[in-house]
């Protein structure tokens, strides 16, 4: 794979038509070109444990919901990077972490996944960590290839970043922003391609994952904040937030 | 008598304050010892405290950094206060200013930007954000080249007061450009990545609304932490 920039249809936000640079009208936008390329071939998953790549393989073929598309809704082009996914063990308690650095020798950015944290989670949550992971991955990209446009697209992050100094926080808030509903459209086509018949409002939960500190999720109602992480939870290890266990929507990868 | 009376209250009140100091001081001397660690439902952030006699050690992993602080802890009934120690050890993103010419005369600040990556060598970092502030709005936007360098002219100093330079991931900088106002100066500028850093907060006030001898939930602003302990 090579680091050069936008071999694969240029880089960010320059390449797409004005249909496609407005994300609400997906249906007007031709995603069915250069998408597919940038998954199958700058999204390097070699390296994850054989239970992470059937999730990893169904999201790259996705239709609207693929991690390519969704960012191809935003930035009007296809992602001038390459998106490494791999396995180890991550401090504490976390099964993700993504670099916020981009690595511009290689024009990679790096998440690592700790499958061995997977070991109860079904397969919808390792899908929404993925999907949650690859707008951080996107976003580091943006921002280090074509900073200018990526501080117009999300000028809100860029205020973030310099009052809170703490990019996780600056992405996050972005998320809530932005990404939540992308993020539960995506994962609902997965859940549909599955066979799972789940309510959206199941997706959407799901969606805030990792963004229960935000002050956008501290804002809705306990009932709802309870909900959605009940259900998080609950697909991640198979019990709900009293200890309780619960039966899970997706099926278990067998990580 | 009359000179008397108002002796005999200052001295009563200068008796009570000490009191009421005390009293305050007794409040918050409940103890908390051991490990406690909170998990986002997602397994995308945990927050370990650790207390140990007055003081306490924290941790926070995320999905991007990770954060880290100490300090000591002051608790009453169903007040938990962390008091963060001062950290000057972080190695911070800085600066360095040199005048190249005087251009006292001139209505015109010159600026020339050399941005380095103080975390790899001090290569020079290209596309670093240069932003041109108004009192905390941007209004111009710049990025630096492929040698990390960014040269230009501000016309109005009044109507930029701070320049905030910086890359996602690195420290951002903050130059005042009151500091060299109708100059030409040289600005070396040095970003260290943040990945691992410590809170900003001075303190942090949590409601306690359970302490057992196997969970803490706190409550800060909105926000309900139930921690378990772990050890």
Redesign the interface.
Request: proline share 2%.
């Given at each position: 794979v090579e680091p050069s920039d936008g071999d694969l249809g240029g880089g960010f936000g320059s390449g797409g038509s004005t249909e496609c640079n407005n994300r609400n009208s997906r249906d007007a936008c031709d995603l069915i070109d250069f998408s597919d390329l940038w998954e199958d071939e700058r999204i390097i998953d070699q390296n994850l444990r054989p239970c992470m790549q059937p999730v990893i393989s169904d999201i790259k073929n996705l239709g609207q919901g693929s991690v390519g598309r969704i960012i191809q809704r935003f930035a009007g082009s296809t992602p001038g990077y390459n998106w490494e996914l791999t396995d180890g063990r991550?401090?504490?308690?976390?099964?993700?972490?993504?670099?916020?650095?981009?690595n511009?020798s290689t024009g990679t950015v790096t998440t690592t996944f700790d499958s061995y944290?997977f070991t109860n989670s079904t397969d919808l949550s390792v899908a929404?960590?993925i999907l949650?992971?690859s707008i951080?991955a996107y976003?580091?990209a943006y921002?280090?290839?074509?900073?200018?446009s990526a501080?117009q697209t999300f000028a809100q992050l860029?205020?973030d970043?310099?009052q809170?100094?703490?990019?996780?926080a600056?992405?996050h808030n972005e998320m809530t922003r932005n990404f939540v509903n992308e993020i539960a459209i995506a994962l609902q086509e997965y859940g549909i391609n599955k066979g799972y018949n789940l309510d959206f409002e199941f997706y959407q939960d799901m969606a805030?994952?990792?963004l229960?500190?935000t002050s956008a999720f501290?804002?809705l109602s306990e009932s709802v904040k309870n909900r959605i992480?009940?259900t998080?939870?609950v697909e991640?290890?198979g019990v709900d937030?009293n200890g309780n266990p619960q039966a899970q929507r997706g099926s278990r990868i067998g990580c | 008598m009359l000179i008397l009376k108002p002796m005999l209250m200052s001295m009563k009140i200068c008796f009570l304050i000490p009191i009421f100091i005390c009293c305050k001081l007794v409040s918050y001397c409940q103890i908390l010892q051991g490990t406690y660690t909170w998990s986002e439902p997602g397994g995308l952030k945990e927050n370990t405290i650790v207390f140990n006699k007055n003081r306490f050690v924290q941790f926070e992993f995320n999905d991007m950094d990770t954060l880290r602080g100490s300090g000591y802890y002051l608790m009453d009934g169903n007040r938990l206060l962390l008091i963060y120690d001062k950290i000057d050890k972080q190695d911070k993103s800085n600066y360095h200013l040199e005048e190249k010419v005087s251009n006292q005369q001139s209505s015109k600040t010159i600026i020339h930007l050399y941005i380095k990556n103080g975390s790899s060598n001090n290569k020079p970092i290209d596309n670093a954000i240069i932003a041109l502030m108004h009192y905390g709005r941007e209004i111009i936007l710049l990025a630096s080249d492929i040698n990390g360098k960014a040269n230009f002219v501000i016309s109005d100093t009044n109507l930029v007061n701070e320049i905030t330079i910086g890359v996602l991931g690195y420290g951002p900088l903050v130059i005042p450009v009151s500091d060299f106002r109708n100059k030409e100066v040289s600005i070396e500028c040095v970003l260290k990545i943040t990945k691992d850093h410590f809170f900003n907060e001075d303190r942090k006030e949590f409601s306690i609304l359970k302490n057992s001898k196997t969970q803490l939930t706190l409550k800060l602003e909105n926000q309900i932490l139930n921690y378990q302990k772990t050890k």
């Open positions: 991550l401090a504490g308690g976390i099964n993700a972490h993504t670099s916020q650095n981009y511009s944290k929404r960590t949650h992971e951080h976003l580091v921002f280090r290839l074509d900073p200018l501080s860029l205020q970043y310099f809170l100094q703490d990019v996780n600056a992405h805030w994952a990792g229960t500190t501290q804002a992480n009940n998080i939870q991640l290890v937030t | -």
